[in-house]
């Protein structure tokens, strides 16, 4: 009948339009990921970084929480990209990238900021548990390597800067000192 038919329809066109609504709701998902990721790392980017630094900076004024900053910056980057090609230098910030993830706390917020810079937001680390922590850093990525074209193997070093909050500073204070 007709009115058999017409439901037919409508349950499928009902069908259709409740898979496009999940493609769409998907593609914004991942847009929502892209607008706040480093696309060569997958860490948070330097705006997302600075926008949750200033929310968490908000919430350990009134817990009371201490917060550190850690600033990384991979040694003679520059020697690498020009003796091995970009490819490597991409390999090594991906590996730095790695190494940080499997070594921080699901808490702390890890993020490139620009080239060879990464930052790390301790939160609720004194200093001296942030300093422990950059030596362990430290030391697991001047232990890695990565291979560069050629046979030859690539070992870098970091530098590490801390930073602990004082008082009202903005982000881009606390960046600056560490």
Not at 15 to 36: C, K, P, T, Y
Request: aromatic content about 4%.
């Amino acid at each position: 009948s007709d009115a058999h038919r017409t439901r037919e329809a409508l349950v499928q066109a009902h069908q259709e339009l409740a898979a496009r609504v999940g493609e769409i709701e998907s593609l914004n998902a991942q847009l929502r990921e892209q607008a706040i990721r480093d696309p060569l790392t997958n860490l948070y980017n330097r705006r997302y970084l600075e926008e949750s630094m200033r929310r968490e900076l908000a919430r350990v004024r009134r817990s009371g929480e201490p917060l550190v900053v850690a600033m990384l910056d991979v040694d003679r980057f520059k020697l690498v990209n020009d003796g091995h090609g970009h490819a490597t230098g991409d390999a090594v910030l991906r590996q730095l990238a790695d190494l940080l993830r499997s070594h921080v706390r699901d808490s702390d917020l890890v993020g490139r900021i620009g080239g060879e810079e990464f930052v790390i937001v301790l939160i609720g680390a004194s200093l001296a548990i942030a300093r422990q922590r950059a030596e362990q850093w430290r030391a697991a990525f001047a232990a890695s390597s990565v291979p560069a074209p050629g046979g030859a193997t690539v070992r870098c070093t970091l530098s590490i800067g801390l930073a602990l909050r004082h008082g009202d500073e903005p982000p881009e204070t606390l960046l600056t000192r560490a």
